[in-house]
Every structure is written in C-alpha cells, then in structure tokens.
C-alpha cells in the first residue's frame, strides 16, 4: 500500500493500530495494494470503537491467497472482551475478507481472482489490471 494511505489508516487510528508495524526492512504496514483502501477504512471505523474500550489492536495487515485478512489482538491490560464484542469483530474481519475477494486489489474495481506461476500466487484483479499485470485472463 502507498505510503500515503498507509499514514492516512495510521493517524486516522491511532489506537487501533498502536504497535503495527512492517515484518520486515522497507516493507509496508499494510501488506496489500491500494485498492482495498476503502475496504480497510470501513472496516477500520468499525473496530475503532473497540480499540479505545476493549483494547483491541490490529497487529497484522496483508494480502493471503488472493483476500485481505486483518488479525487482531488483545492488548495486555484489556478487560476481558464479551460475546457480542467478539462475534461483532469477527462478523467485521469475515465481511473485509468477502468484500476483497471481489474487489481488484490494485484500483479497487470489480475484480475475482487471478493465477500466476501455476497458481503460486493468487492476487484479486479487475479486467484491465489483469493485462497489465501479466496474469492469464
């Protein structure tokens, strides 16, 4: 992701992602492309809540198989998260997932997934990002 969305997702949430940082030199905090921006705002809005309350932090952002997935966790002092918390966050994480494995990961179309190398890597991509990126169509 470019580093001005990135910092956009950081400052606008600022307890909800506390301690995210790159897994690795000059690697980026969210480990996907721009077009799951809007996906990561929405879903980011949501869990904020839960983040100043329940100390709920997202520790990890990437792309895996061709969906995003977001994992979180408790931060040490946090209160003991209930049910309903719980089933809402997970609800949220599933939504993310579905909403990218029909969102081209690149501009944020409309997109399914794509192969590449004997499907060792899988990237959701609209029509024309396919072309551009080489994929088989």
């Known amino acids: 992701m470019n580093e ?3 910092q956009e997702l950081l400052k606008a949430h600022p307890v909800l992602y506390p301690d995210l940082k790159p897994r ?11 077009g799951w ?15 100043a309350t329940d100390g709920l932090a997202v520790v990890l952002v990437k ?3 061709g969906g995003l997935y977001v994992y979180t966790e408790l931060q040490d002092d946090a209160r003991a998260v209930d ?15 579905r909403k990218s494995l029909c969102t081209c990961e690149l501009c944020g179309g409309t997109g399914r997934r794509r ?5 060792r890597f ?3 991509l609209c ?9 088989a169509t």
């Open 63 to 65: 792309q895996k198989f």
């Open 24 to 34: 690795w030199d000059d690697a980026p905090h969210f480990e996907c492309e721009d």
């Open 122 to 124: 899988v990237q959701v």
């Open 115 to 119: 192969y590449k190398g004997r499907a």
């Open 83 to 97: 049910g309903k918390t719980d089933a809402n966050v997970r609800r949220w994480l599933d939504e993310a997932t």
């Open 4 to 6: 001005g969305l990135e």
């Open 37 to 51: 921006g809007e996906i990561l705002k929405e879903l980011s809005a949501r869990l904020d809540r839960y983040a």
């Open 127 to 135: 029509d024309p990002c396919t072309v551009s990126k080489g994929y």
